[in-house]
């Protein structure tokens, strides 16, 4: 692979792993300073191979983080839950029903 291939795929690879944008800011074309910041690093002159190095370093722990954050979700699906929530689907677990509380102006 030519050096400007690999240099192309790895600036590549690292917008992949950068999040998504929010839907508002998608219509508007304005990039984040974070985006700025690795376009101006990857335009221009050939990098060095110690920034090569360590824009890779830097892919591989993004990747990293990325499936950190999903399997952290996959395996405590209660992480964002409140703790009213979280009883009642633990009692669920369980085969039990929390019973319905009451409540002052007659909703229940």
């Known amino acids: ?10 600036y590549r690879s690292l917008l992949r792993e950068l999040p998504p944008k929010p839907a508002a800011s ?9 985006h700025q910041r690795l376009r101006q ?3 221009g002159d050939a990098p ?3 920034a090569v190095a360590h824009a890779d370093q830097l892919l591989q722990y993004l990747r990293a983080q990325r499936q ?3 399997l952290l979700e996959r395996y405590n699906p209660g992480m964002g ?5 979280r009883v009642r689907l633990t009692a669920r677990r369980v085969g039990m029903d929390l ?5 002052k102006d007659g909703k229940s």
């Open 41 to 43: 690093s990857f335009s």
């Open 99 to 103: 019973p319905v509380e009451y409540e």
């Open 26 to 34: 998608q219509s508007s074309q304005a990039r984040s300073p974070l």
């Open 48 to 50: 060095h191979e110690q």
């Open 1 to 10: 692979m030519s050096k400007t291939s690999q240099l192309r795929s790895l």
């Open 68 to 70: 950190y954050t999903t």
């Open 81 to 85: 839950m409140d703790e009213e929530e």
